[in-house]
């Protein structure tokens, strides 16, 4: 269950910096700023897709009950 949930968070999390990536005009300045810009909406998109597969299959926590 705690997989599942913090899958939702990742999907809730990615999803928000991906929709601020797309609605957004792209990184404006010096290429450091450009450089951690890109890097964030690949890290956005990585935990979109991370959290969404933990959300569907809900990882298999190994703790026991």
Not at 2 to 31: D, E, T
Not at 35 to 47: D, E, N, R
């Amino acid at each position: 269950m705690r997989n599942r949930i913090l899958g939702a968070i990742g999907v809730i999390w990615g999803g928000a910096v991906l929709l601020n990536w797309y609605r957004g005009s792209g990184a404006h300045g010096s290429g450091a700023y450009a450089a951690g810009y890109s890097t964030g909406v690949i890290f956005g998109a990585l935990l979109f897709l991370v959290g969404g597969y933990y959300l569907l299959s809900g990882g298999g926590s190994k703790r026991p009950q």
